[in-house]
């Protein structure tokens, strides 16, 4: 695997890590905080899968599809509590993700 190759995967990966931060600040600003506490937890979850998986692309590693994998499966469980919620940030977050989750399920086959 080259960054070449994976060139719209890693910028996907990078956007849904962004919109996850994003998502996060913006959730630990609710009047609820403790309502979002799930979606908070999957923020950092996915955010941290994102660059994992960026870095493990950028190097050309031999496990990026296993990385892939699992970031595909983590921004599929944001996605889905993500969607749960109004806020514009949640529904950013969630659009992010399933983005993110099509370009890696790709990369992991």
């Given amino acids: 695997m080259t960054t070449e190759t994976h060139a719209a995967c890693i910028a996907s990966c990078n ?3 962004i919109a ?3 998502c996060f600040a913006a959730c630990l600003q609710e009047d609820d905080v403790a309502m979002m506490a799930r979606c908070i937890a999957l923020d950092v979850d996915c955010a941290a899968a994102c660059q ?3 870095g493990m692309m950028a190097r050309g590693s031999a496990h990026a599809k296993s ?3 699992l970031c595909a499966a ?3 469980a944001c996605a889905s509590e993500c969607a749960k919620h ?3 940030h949640c529904l950013a977050c969630a659009d992010a ?3 993110c989750a099509a370009l890696c399920r790709d990369m992991a086959h």
């Fill in 15 to 17: 956007a849904c890590a």
């Fill in 20 to 22: 996850c931060h994003q």
């Fill in 52 to 54: 994992f998986a960026v």
């Fill in 67 to 69: 990385a892939c994998s």
């Fill in 74 to 76: 983590i921004c599929d």
């Fill in 86 to 88: 109004r806020a514009g």
């Fill in 97 to 99: 993700c399933r983005a």
